[in-house]
């Protein structure tokens, strides 16, 4: 079982920056896949980012290759989105999400979920 919580959310300008963190509980935190979704009102949960377990590989979405960055530190039980050049149409309610080692793309393919945090970015 594992608890998440999004930090780190908040309005900013176009063209700035944000990092969220996301938490999490358990002493096997580095063998789960983290994941980073999006969802604005009335649209899908849209994935962002993902970085495996053990390995820590990265996979990222077209919409964001290049500006954003995830990483995480398990010494802390902590993954973090670092959101560059954020854009209006990056605003959204981010959520981070924990599967077993492997990163996936879909995010009926993990099993834990964060309450969400709000990023709104204006024009």
């Known amino acids: 079982q594992v608890q998440l919580v999004e930090s780190g959310g908040g309005l900013v300008q176009a063209g700035g920056s944000l990092r969220l963190s996301c938490a999490a509980s358990g002493s096997t935190f580095s063998r789960y896949a983290m994941g980073w979704f999006r969802q604005a009102p009335e649209k899908e949960r849209e994935f962002v980012a993902a970085?495996?377990?053990?390995?820590?590989?990265?996979y990222y979405a077209d919409s964001v290759k290049g500006r954003f960055i995830i990483s995480r530190d398990n010494a802390k039980n902590t993954v973090y989105l670092q959101m560059n050049t954020l854009k209006p149409e990056d605003t959204a309610v981010y959520y981070c999400a924990a599967r077993l080692t492997i990163l996936k793309t879909r995010a009926n393919d993990y099993d834990y979920w964060g309450q969400g945090t709000q990023v709104t970015v204006s024009s």
């Open positions: 970085i495996s377990g053990i390995s820590s590989a990265t």
